[in-house]
């Protein structure tokens, strides 16, 4: 692309805010993706110039840059070959693992690597176009962590961010990437790096003194052989709350909410598990769990029942169909053992759902099981507290980043599977009092600290980094 104009606020990320979707008629349509990234972002890009440079999800396809609402969007090719080594091998089956506690192992390959290199370069030739002298670029999460040191090469005058939206782990773990050095290295290009927690950016600091030999000072990094000093701290993401409350309370999705109930067969207690699926979120855990509190005879299939929304996801990674497998089939035992005619225990439902669906799902949730292993932040139990406007419960694994913030849920350690039944029956029998007022302080919190204010935090992180931005 000849860059025909530049832009004073530049995103990069893997994914385009759009979705491609061909129409009956066989035209190709963007569709903005709902997601809350692209929320956040309308909201700091207002009134500014901005492009977003990303994939389009298509493979071996590069449309021009387009328009849409004023924001420049910038496709970056990716072959079909780029997208198994760059994005399914390293990113989702070296780095994934490795970032998420190794869960499950980690895959290394030097094709993958030598892929990831090659399309962060990539990225930081096509930001450098498009950002104008003196810009700020933002680069988003683990698929592009070399960006921000190539962008600095290339263009020493821009200001450059990049925040991680998945933890970032422990040295010892982080030790074991092939890569490591670059990585550190390609992240200590930036001026600002935000994480989900102060003990991420913990961990990443402590990385840069243990691999690197870096000297640090509280939450700055002195960049080895450079004069350059690199701040490092929390800035947790969060969702658009009052747009998510306001969907919630529509007549439309308070009658949807009425109408599942129903189809549900009206039971005393519906408890909700939504998440990808993925392994980190801890989804047989908790069916694990489910299914002996049915056999134990501690809860009835008669009056409460699971429904777990699991969004189809990485399924060319072969860690992903085996969970998909697993998963699967414990669905089919809990059902054939315990579900009354007319009826299923579990609910599964292994497809995405509209906004509306899946608030109408929020609403009518007595109990939210949110119960990773491992997880950055978790969206999932702030669009729960946003939505249920009653006396619900939160059961929340200490493993999420959502937990720093979220104190009165129901906290769970997902791994001691007695102890998360108890925590499932404690928060099913609290009394409605108790149950009322945790939810609204658990509201008021994610009300107070959306995705809005989250944004805002961090580009003013940005802007004074390496010092702190004034109180
Ligand atoms: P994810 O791992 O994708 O994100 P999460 O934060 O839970 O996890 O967000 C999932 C989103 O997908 C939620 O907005 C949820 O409503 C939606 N969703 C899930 N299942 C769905 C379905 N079946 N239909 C429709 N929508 C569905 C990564 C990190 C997280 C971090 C986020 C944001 O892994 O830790 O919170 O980025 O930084």
């Known amino acids: ?108 390959r030097r094709r993958w690597a030598a892929a990831y290199e090659k399309v962060n370069r990539r990225f930081a030739q096509k930001c450098a176009e498009v950002a104008a002298p003196g810009a700020t670029v933002w680069i988003h999460d683990y698929q592009l962590q070399l960006v921000p040191r190539m962008l600095r090469v290339l263009r020493p005058d821009v200001r450059i961010g990049w925040f991680n939206h998945i933890p970032f782990p422990p040295v010892e773990l982080f030790a074991q990437l092939p890569m ?107 069916m694990k769990a489910f299914g002996e509190l049915l056999t134990d005879g501690r809860l009835d299939p008669a009056d409460t029942m699971l429904v777990q929304v699991a969004s189809p996801s990485r399924e060319r990674v072969a860690a992903y169909r085996e969970l998909r497998h697993q998963v699967e089939r414990t669905v089919g035992n809990i059902n054939g053992a315990h579900s009354p005619i007319g009826s299923t225990a579990v609910t599964y439902m292994h497809r995405s759902f509209p906004r509306e669906e899946m608030a109408a799902l929020y609403c009518v949730a007595d109990v939210m099981l949110v119960t990773p292993l491992r997880d950055g932040m978790n969206l999932v139990a702030k669009e729960y507290v946003t939505c249920h406007d009653g006396p619900g419960a939160l059961v929340l694994s200490e493993f999420t980043g959502a937990a720093n913030e979220l104190k009165q849920a129901f906290r769970c350690n997902p791994h001691d599977i007695e102890a998360l039944k108890h925590t499932i029956l404690a928060a099913i029998d609290a009394p409605e009092a108790e149950r009322t007022k945790r939810m609204r302080a658990l509201r008021r919190q994610v009300a107070r600290n959306d995705v809005q204010r989250w944004a805002s935090n961090y580009l003013d992180a940005l802007k004074y980094a390496p010092d702190k931005p004034p109180a």
């Open 180 to 286: 490591r050095h670059t990585i550190l290295k390609g992240l200590l290009g930036a001026d600002f790096l935000g994480f989900q927690r102060p003990a991420d950016a913990e961990n990443f600091l402590r990385a840069c003194r243990r691999l690197l030999g870096a000297k640090t000072k509280g939450d700055v990094v002195d960049v080895p052989d450079t004069d350059r000093r690199v701040r490092a701290a929390g800035v947790p993401i969060s969702i658009d709350a009052a747009g998510l409350s306001e969907l919630a309370q529509t007549d439309g999705v308070q009658a949807r909410a009425a109408e599942i109930r129903e189809q549900l067969g009206n039971p005393k207690t519906i408890l909700l598990g939504v998440d990808r699926l993925d392994y980190t979120k801890g989804i047989r855990h908790r």
């Open 1 to 108: 692309m000849t860059a025909r104009r530049t832009y004073d606020f530049v995103i990069a990320a893997n994914r385009l805010p759009v979705d491609r979707v061909v129409t009956d008629d066989g035209e190709v349509e963007w569709q903005r993706s709902p997601g809350g990234l692209v929320t956040a972002m309308e909201s700091v890009m207002r009134g500014r110039e901005a492009a977003w440079v990303g994939w389009s999800g298509q493979a071996d396809e590069a449309p021009e840059p387009f328009l849409e609402n004023d924001l420049l969007l910038v496709p970056i090719e990716l072959t079909a070959q780029e997208v198994a080594s760059y994005y399914e091998g390293h990113s989702n089956d070296s780095l994934w693992p490795i970032y998420h506690d190794v869960i499950v192992p980690a895959t290394f």
